[in-house]
């Protein structure tokens, strides 16, 4: 459906008409327009207003059906009462895209929900693109096309630059594109979506992805709606080789209503958007310095092509300081070959050489030390990427120029490095060097960090997606209603997900001849769905000898009926004891955005104390599920931490992805899934659900125990 | 002796004699003299410059000894060779300062460390206070003494500002300058101390803590050498309401060679630092910018009170982010009463009115809700502190005069609150709010973020010292040579570390005899200087019989005699069983830096796995072990987790203080402390030192087993 409702008549269009155009342009109503003119907007430009012949110089037409030819955009600002009015005139007219500034829509309440309601509706009908209600608009600076009245234009039209912008908060958005600019970064392309009636952030993305002047994509997200419709745009992204990098605000946000299953409660919504983040390849930026930061460092034409890293510095605290940043990066500053740490000795005597590379205030007497350094980085030494501290010489009398020529030279020399310069430079020299292709940054911490996040971008865009596995053939439909233990288990093991041996037996006779199939040392197992708590009633008998089994059967079926004669037994189930290896949690949550979700944590206090779990969104293959694995704090348990074996991770990562691809086929028709725990067992003797339970929608467990 | 010999002949002298000053002011030896003349310092200045009569067009003088009267500080930028002779002239003239730039000294290596020794040595002799060599000086802009070669002065003098500053790289600390000019934070003092031959940051703090005019000290920091007498500067700071702000470079550098003890391996030397700035109340910022900002926070003439924080926003989004980041820096958005958010609502419908207050851009229509709010959230609901976010109307040219006028009035109307803007402004606008008392931060997650800091920071200066325990009278020396198992704990029982009742026996009889005294259960262990491993080699008996002691101590011998027939045996050590609770290892080493560190961390997996460790510097008392414990990721297993009874946790802070106040005592006697575990049991039932090592310098325990 979105493929086949493309925004270009939103954000790309050859005419426009302003519904409610003020003669005033500084009115809401008329700012929109005096941009417009500002921009030198070269299509047809059509102010309505029934008042007038002329909008700020331009004619005006009392109705959209008056305007001739075609309208591919109109703006929409009149009240909200009118704006259905409106909307209708646009479908008429044959409009493709609408920007409706409006208010009084679903943020105010049950009236303004159901109006909304209708204009989503007329949109979805019509094929119009609607950006809002309830929005700052949007621009699209290639073209001059100005549908908003941001204060940000207000000053005259910015240069189109590689940003791409995409706001659910106008005001937040337009803030964003001050500090954008401040820092030396044009935005071509911004939007804002306001209450998404149509129009999200991910239709924004997934227009930009397409658009050939962006180079990287930057959001403003409070809330996605569709996880698939966000996932499919950041995949888009990826394909067209355009980094997405998004600011999510609502950590704090504790998650709405206790949830019904372990999972759940665990789950804050907000662990959920970052995995979902990590698994799409979005870089999250926590602040707004953070987003604007990684947006510098990604729009400097290229993109760093390894995370080995060169830092160069005349201050060896500042060596330090970005090696530091570094190691927290995951960058790798190589040291240099012996020779090469030689040559920069025989320049420099007390020059640190191996990396960083502090080649002193030496360079102040001999700037020939800069090129031949950047010669021996990028050169001889091949690094793909260089930072160096450089701190106000580029803004220094004597310094400013030579330096200049010599890193904008290099720039040249290797014009697939990806080169950044910590230092503090004049706006003017700043514009120059990024125009020679270097980015400048006054925090050498926050240069290292910044490049590190473009390494990230980099290497999700050079990484192909990820496989995931099929969905088994013969997968058995879900049942509905009450899902028993041994049910649960059986429907996990079609799933591919590793059980014991186990029986269902219901008389002494079938225990015993149960044992004798599965072992020597059995655990045997009340089945009832009226017993939740099974251990507290007696349900549980560990560790039982197989000669035993029909007296154990018949010892735990007395108990059971005196603890709780009421209760129904399906039976007992009998499974070998098991021991050794570590214990896992899986579950699996419907989550509203990004459906179902699968948790993975460590049992006992690394879950319960620590809350160390990590979340994926279901399917996903083996290679992410070994991701989660590594995301554990607790990781060195399966590793062989404390003199254990290592355990079978492989199996796990197998399993976990089997459970995901299970989920994501069953999706709506669970509540909730936990195999608590799975054990994973040593290298080689692979893993088992030890307990599992499955809550299906129509009915779900009680926590009442039946009293006897 | 610092007290007795101060930084004022340093930092603020009434003469200053420059060695080797140049008549090129662009000159390193010129550039000094220059600054001052441009400063307008009002001191004596003499040029010491055999070879002209003027130097810059003052009367330069042959040699120190030829200037008339007498000669607080002395510049000495002249070559290594000649720094010795220009020291002992400095003796003879009487000066109490010496600012030496020369390079050349302990950073080339074992020549140049002997001659700082000989430098360091006449400083010491004479009381002459020495910054450098190998500096970039320091200035004083409150009296526009200048002794240094920094280019920040190169394009004229500073004003003189409430910021004191200390770094160890003259070439970072200038960066850091210059930062701090583009933040709108001007440097009072400012010192570089390059080699610390005699002066170290630690001087600079404690100056600058009785410097009036100073409202916050910020610090660079690679390696501190004396960690007493930084602890004593900060504690005056804090005496006279100083926020010590420290960047500490270096995180990623693994610690030394591999130490002997379990303690030291898991103290990389940046966590002691770390725990050395929390435990002393130094505020560590992580990057140049943090610096800055926490910087810019905390010299805005007066601190938060307290926690309270009122987010006011015309931004939702932008209220979310302050939300979160008020979460993770710890304040407090306390909402508004009911009364307020009804008054809120009464101007603006569709505000959010409970804290963040979002009033929304109506304000843009009605701009006397700013001075509405500012009294509802200061006045009535009587906020400590408060952070509105108003993006870029503080430059627009319709609410920039409106928003100033509110903001500033506000500011004069509650002079002790604490107010801050995040808001996009001219440098001009923004000198403007500085002026009238309110902060300015383009973020406004880093306006929270950093005002979070200055709160912490206020709080510390607002605490008195936390007490320290007396040291018992009767505590035992620490005998050297090695000390077993059962010695160690006697040493610690007298230091009030709790042990149990234990009896070292010799043979059966006394074995039986001990068990009758000790209970029914019983743990039996051999003690031997040979026998380190004492499990593997049999010599551990849990859970034995009382009335089975003697046959088990019999039975014992004779497996260790098999097993270990060369060893020694001291005997076996006979403990009551016990059980229940959680087991903690304390450890002791001694901190080149800081001294004796203690460490706490949660045994078993905790440690292992997770490394989930914390260290203080002994001596401390019950409160600060009481944070210590805090600081564990896994503390909930000691507050009842997994339902087992809370632990006694005061029992673990006062045998953590105890230890500390131990070992600050003993400092130099030991090599390393290990109590490992201590059972902190049920609460009210105490702690156990089980097992605890102390290794001496005379002898340190080897790991070879005794083969048989």
Redesign the interface.
Known sequence: MTAARPLSSLLAPRSVAIFGASNDP?RISGRSLRYYREAGFKGGLYPINPTRDTVQGLQAFPDLASVPGTVDCAVIAVPANLAIQSMEACVAKGVGGVVMFTAGFA??GAEGRAMQERITQIAQDSGIRLCGPNCLGLFNMRIGHTPTFS??L?EGPTPAGPLGMV???G??G??LL??AQ?RGIQVGVWMSTGNEADVAVADGISFLADDPDTQAIAC?V?AIKDGKLFADAVARARDTGKPVIAMK?????VGAAAAASHTASLAGADAVYDAAFRQLGVERA????DLINIAYACTRGRLPSSRRLAVMT?????G??M??????GGLELTPLSEESQKEVIDWVP?AAARNPVDVT?QVLNDPSILDKSFDLLFGKENFPAMVAFF??WAS??QMAEPLFKSVSEAAAKYPDRYFALSA?ATPEMQRRYEAAGVGLF?????AV?SIAAAVRAAERLNSPPLPIPPVPAELPPLPQGRIAEHEAKRILAAAGIPILDERLVTDAGQAEAAAKAIGDRLVLKIVSPDIPHKTEMGGVMLNVQAAEAGSAYNAMITRIKERAPRAHLDGVLISPMVSGGVEMILGVQNDPVFGPVVMLGLGG?FV???RDVTFRIAPFGIEEAHRMIGEL??R??LEG??GQPPCDIDVLAETLSKLSVFVAEQKGRFTSIDINPLLVRPKGQGAAALDALILTPSEVAGDDEVAP
Chains 1, 2 share one sequence.
Do not use: N
């Not at 926590?286 to 310095?289: A, L, S």
């Open positions: 500084t943020e105010i204060s940000f207000e706001t659910q908060s005001a937040f337009t803030h001050a500090l401040r403003y409070e605000v609502g950590s704090s946000t926590k602040t707004p310095e005349m201050s060896g605290g500042a330090v300081l090696a530091d940043a570094s190691e927290e007390f205030a701190t106000t220094s009398p503090i006054e925090d050498p911490w926050r960090e206090i319960e104390v620590l704090r607790g060195a348990m931490a404390r």
